[in-house]
Structures are given as structure tokens and as C-alpha cells.
């Protein structure tokens, strides 16, 4: 490479002398880039003048010294103010006669960097014949000769100006081509529409935004290019923008079901627009704001759960004890069913603690098709043999990633209501899924029962409503909304033409790979536990170790290779599993930690491991499991 660049460098410098006129090349800092042969000839300037660096005003001043410029009383002024016009400079023509009686012609051309080419050409024989020709011609008058003399002039000059222009012209192209370049890599469609609605700009990007219309545009009327709905959705705010109101606002494109943001900016020849597809921003917003609603909901309900129970706790206790006390039998018969019904005010409690409480989503790859076969043979059991549960879905091959545990407890859910719907009747529960565009994933649930009355389609999402009477609790449909809007989806519902129809969407994301095989270290003391969840964990692809002690765990959880810790909590021995990942902890453990419990939720050493660390209850599944192995060490 080295020698390459030294020969592109020999031939130019080989090429610039074998001009003939005097060429130099300052750059923004007035030094100077480079000169040719004639230049340093023409001047008979010395070496040092003519190299890369050296200073424009040594040169000045070396020329004024010299008397170039004729006689000059104050160099150093001469040489500021030389130095000050090169700083502003400008394209120029101009003709000198030199101290030594030669006349020669500059004409210097800014450079789009910075600096400036100058080229200066000895005219000394072309004047001379001018004079010659003045002298010998006695029928020409002065005034034509003056006129000719001007006209050669003033065509020279011409000749420096088209030059600039056209180095003008050359740069504004440059500039408008980086322009188009940058405008047309953005995520967004940029374009400009006149006082009559066509589109004269446009970087081609509106097909990214909106799948179903084109990306040349230019020529066509706003109305067309974006279609009949789209366009009925802005038209109020783009009329605003035509008499001079700028706006940005959202809509929701009915075809692909995108949510775009659009920014409609007039000017004084039309409006100037942005649009942006900002759907997944939107679903994240979604799952942030329902994080914040079940946030609001712990605190208001904590405190009120907390009393309740305890008021519970009271009331079985005083029933127990007046069933020990002799009594009527109607008696009896009241004192069973207030322990019924406390009973059933404590299970309604430890629902609400689910709904309310912290929960994350934990998206994994997922098998559609699998997914749909495990939740028919989970499901099919629970419903009469006279109600058949029928699935149909379009095969999508690649593994989408979705919170497997969530959507199986939300579908479930929605078949067991389905079922109650039916009642005693035979019928069909369809379960239905299908992608919208590359947008949603769109389950549909729906059954030949009664469907819903009016008083349920405007109330089926509030808390504690319900239609079962004694039999439901009223917060199944409550929670599959809040897990969904937990993952950034939506959950509408209706009646269809022989039932209800409940519609779940949840984002459409592809997993681009397998995960990772990781291997984990199981702690567990109970064989046959450990052994289930082992087979769980090796049929998942992951290679498995074991220990049946905490002090088993310490030994193995430091190997190298190792890169999750799954233990139970209870283990044989004095130090609990909360203990043994304190310990590797403070050892410096990188593996990602995860425990397993089956004591209750308000167990104390339940309730400490939680706080530290991710946390499963069993019994579990695979499909629970899973997400918790893609968990980072904290």
C-alpha cells in the first residue's frame, strides 16, 4: 500500500510540472498543500517556500521583500492585509503587470474543503501583440481597441466564473445526493405534498410503514397513495396543516394493523410529513402502563387483604369453637356454611394476591404447533364428553417468543369459561390463531353457549364481576387481560353468531435462535423430584449435575462450566438453599441462580429467597421452567 500511494504521488507531482502555467494549493490554515515547477520557477522562490506546510504569509513576505509588489513602505501591513483577504476567499480574475515587466493573469477558485487553487498564466505575448496590433492598425479607432481589450477581459473573467460554477454546481449535487441517501436509510417516510395535495418529495419509505401501499409516490395526490381508510384517519389534521396548524398524532392502520405516528409541519408551498411506525413502542408503553395499574392495585389492596384475612382467621375461629358447643341442628347446618363461606373468602384473598401481586413476563421460543397440542391434551380432560374443543391454526414455522406459562394459564381459562357457557348442553369450543401481517398473533376463543348479555360485554373485565353467581369468583377474565396487557397485547371480546368470542392479540416476534445449552447444577433432596426435573431439563437441551445437599452445591456450583444454579429452598441439613446461594454469592458465583419451593407464600424463608433471587413454586412444567433458564446472572 505504502509503495502504491509513494507512485500515485511521484506521477502527480509528475503531472502538475509538466503544465504549463503556475499552479499552487493553500489549504483552510493558509499552508500550503502543494505548488509545481513552474510556480516556483515563475517567482524564483526557494525551496523551503515550495513544500507541503509552509506558511502563505512567509511567501507574501518573501515577494514583497523581493519588490514583486512594487515598492512597499510597511511590509508587515502588506502582509496582514494579504493574509486577512485570503482568509475571505473568493473566486477571482485578475491581470498584473510584475516588477520585472512581465504581465501575467491569476485566477484563483475556492475549494469545497477549505483553501484555494490558483493559477497564474504569463500573458506577456499576448499583450505584446495587443500593443502591436494597437501600433500597426491606424484604421482601427480607440474606441474599438478599447472595446476589444475590455471584451478579451471581461471572456477571461467569464471563463473563471463558469469554472466556479460549475465546482458549485458539482458540490450542490453531492450534497443533494447525500441528502436523498440519508433521508431514505431512516426508519420513517419523509415526504412533501403541495397546496393541492401531490406529492413533490417523497424518500420512498412509506411501504416500510404502511405494507399495502407503494413507495413511488411523487406525482400522486395524498388521497391515493395513502388509500381510503389511512387517509380518512388524517385527513382532519392534514386540512389543519393546509391552513398552517402543525400537529403530531397517532392512528392505527386498519389493513396491517400498525400503529403509526405522523407529524404533519406546514410551509408556505404545503405540508412537510413524517410518519413512523412506532408499534412496538406502543405495546411496551401498553405493558409499562398495566405494570403501573397492578402496582396501584398492591397498594390499595394489601392493606385491606391484610385485615380481611385476619378478620377470617377470627371467624373460623369462633365458628370452630361454637361447633364444639351443643346446638340445635338448623345450627349446625349455619355454622358449616360460614366456615364454607370464610373458607371461599380466603381462597377469593390468595386470587387477588395472584392478580395484584409481582409477576414478570419471561418470553422463551415457543413451538406454536406443540404449544397448541399441549394445552388440547391439558384442556380436553376438564370438558364433558358432550363438548369437543377443536384447534385451527395456520402453520407459522419459525419459534415465536411468547411467555408460554402465561398464555397456557390465560387460554385455559378461557376454555373453562367457554365450557361453563355451554353448561349441559353439547357444543364446540373453537380455538382459533392466525398472524395479522407481521404485527400480531391473534388467538380467537369461541364457543356455542349463550355468549354474553349486554350487562357482561360492558362490564366482563371489572374485578369480582361475574355471572356464575356463588360458583365464580369474577377475576378469571381480569387476570387474562392483565396478563396480557402484561406482554403489550390486547383482549376484546363479543358475540359471535352462535356464542361469545373473545379475541387475544399479543406481539408477533420471531426468535431469531435456538437458546443456548446451559449447564445447570440441580440441588434437590428428594430423588424423585430431582429426577423429574432433571428429564425436564435434559430433554430442553441442557446438561445437568447434581447435589442433594447445600454443601454439595458449594462444592459443585464454583466448576468451571457451570452457568445456572436451580436448588430447592428445603434441603437435608442446616443451611437452606436461600443460604447456599448467599454463600456462592459472596464467592463470587457468575452463574445465573433460580430457586424452587413448595412452602407457602408467606413463608419467612420463602419470602427472604424471593427478595434475592428468581423464584419458581412447584409443582411446575417445563413449559414454566423455561423461562427462568434464560434468566442473566444478577
Not at 402453520?395 to 376454555?415: C, F, K, T, V, W
Amino acid at each position: 500500500m505504502a509503495t502504491s500511494n509513494a507512485k500515485n504521488e511521484k506521477l502527480t507531482r509528475a503531472g502538475l510540472n509538466l503544465i504549463g502555467q503556475a499552479l499552487s494549493i493553500y489549504d483552510s490554515d493558509l499552508c500550503c498543500v502543494r505548488v509545481n515547477r513552474p510556480f516556483k520557477e515563475m517567482f524564483d522562490l526557494p525551496e523551503m517556500l515550495c513544500l507541503p506546510g509552509a506558511d502563505f504569509s512567509e511567501t507574501i513576505r518573501f515577494l514583497a521583500t523581493r519588490g514583486e509588489y512594487g515598492e512597499v513602505d510597511d511590509v508587515d501591513g502588506f502582509v496582514s492585509i494579504r493574509v486577512e483577504q485570503a482568509r475571505a476567499f473568493k473566486a477571482h480574475y485578475m491581470e498584473r503587470t510584475r516588477a520585472n515587466g512581465r504581465t501575467i493573469s491569476v485566477e484563483g477558485s475556492p475549494l469545497p474543503g477549505g483553501g484555494w487553487v490558483t493559477v497564474y498564466t504569463d500573458i506577456t505575448a499576448i499583450k505584446d501583440q495587443e500593443k502591436l496590433l494597437y501600433a500597426r492598425t491606424d484604421e482601427l479607432s480607440d474606441q474599438v481597441l478599447a472595446h476589444t481589450e475590455h471584451l478579451a477581459k471581461t471572456n477571461r473573467e467569464l471563463a473563471a466564473t463558469n469554472a466556479a460554477l460549475q465546482e458549485a454546481k458539482h458540490q450542490l449535487t453531492e450534497m443533494e445526493a447525500r441528502a436523498r441517501i440519508t433521508t431514505e436509510m431512516m426508519p420513517a417516510h419523509i415526504a412533501h405534498v403541495d397546496r393541492s395535495g401531490i406529492y413533490t418529495y417523497s424518500n420512498l419509505r412509506l411501504s416500510s410503514i404502511i405494507p399495502s401501499r407503494p413507495s413511488d409516490i411523487i406525482g400522486m395526490h395524498i388521497s391515493a397513495a395513502l388509500g381510503k381508510s389511512a387517509f380518512a384517519k388524517i385527513k382532519e389534521n392534514y386540512q389543519k396543516a393546509c391552513h398552517g396548524t402543525a400537529s403530531v398524532f397517532e392512528f392505527t392502520d386498519d389493513d396491517s394493523s400498525r400503529r403509526i405516528r405522523v407529524a404533519f409541519n406546514p410551509d408556505q408551498h404545503g405540508v412537510y410529513i413524517l410518519s413512523m411506525d412506532v408499534t412496538e413502542e406502543t405495546q411496551t408503553r401498553n405493558a409499562l402502563a398495566q405494570t403501573h395499574k397492578r402496582e396501584l392495585a398492591v397498594q390499595l389492596t394489601s392493606g385491606m387483604a391484610h385485615d380481611f384475612a385476619n378478620l377470617l382467621t377470627i371467624i373460623l375461629g369462633m365458628q370452630s369453637r361454637l361447633a364444639k358447643m351443643d346446638q340445635p341442628a338448623e345450627a349446625a347446618k349455619m355454622i358449616t356454611a360460614t366456615q364454607s363461606a370464610a373458607r371461599r373468602g380466603g381462597s377469593l384473598l390468595n386470587r387477588i394476591a395472584s392478580m395484584s401481586g409481582p409477576r414478570q413476563i419471561h418470553p422463551t421460543p415457543v413451538d406454536l404447533k406443540q404449544f397448541i397440542n399441549d394445552l388440547e391434551t391439558i384442556a380436553t380432560p376438564t370438558l364433558p364428553s358432550g363438548v369437543k374443543l377443536q384447534s385451527r391454526f395456520k402453520r407459522i414455522e419459525q419459534p415465536l417468543l411468547l411467555d408460554a406459562g402465561s398464555l397456557q394459564d390465560s387460554l385455559l381459562n378461557l376454555i373453562l369459561n367457554a365450557k361453563d357457557a355451554i353448561g349441559n348442553n353439547t357444543g364446540e369450543i373453537n380455538l382459533k390463531c392466525r398472524s395479522v401481517r407481521d404485527t400480531w398473533l391473534e388467538i380467537t376463543v369461541s364457543d356455542t353457549g349463550s355468549g354474553f348479555s349486554q350487562e357482561a360485554l360492558k362490564h366482563a373485565l371489572d374485578p369480582f364481576f361475574t355471572t356464575k353467581g356463588g360458583e365464580g369468583s369474577g377475576l378469571g377474565l381480569s387476570m387474562v387481560y392483565d396478563l396480557t396487557k402484561l406482554a403489550g397485547g390486547d383482549l376484546k371480546f363479543a358475540n359471535g353468531a352462535l356464542g361469545a368470542v373473545i379475541t387475544l392479540r399479543l406481539p408477533l416476534r420471531f426468535s431469531s435462535a435456538k437458546p443456548a445449552a446451559k449447564m445447570v447444577l440441580l440441588v434437590e433432596d428428594s430423588d424423585d423430584i430431582r429426577a423429574s426435573i432433571r428429564e425436564m431439563l435434559t430433554e430442553m437441551g441442557h446438561k445437568v449435575i447434581e447435589a442433594t445437599s447445600a454443601e454439595e452445591g458449594c462444592a459443585l456450583a464454583m466448576l468451571e462450566g457451570v452457568n445456572f444454579v436451580l436448588s430447592d429452598i428445603s434441603l437435608i441439613g442446616e443451611t437452606t438453599g436461600v443460604e447456599m446461594l448467599d454463600q456462592l454469592t459472596q464467592k463470587g458465583l457468575k452463574a445465573a441462580t433460580c430457586l424452587m419451593t413448595s412452602l407457602p407464600a408467606d413463608n419467612p424463608i420463602r419470602v427472604a429467597g424471593a427478595k434475592r433471587y428468581a423464584l419458581i413454586a412447584k409443582p411446575f412444567t417445563a413449559t414454566d421452567l423455561a423461562p427462568y433458564l434464560t434468566l442473566e446472572p444478577k
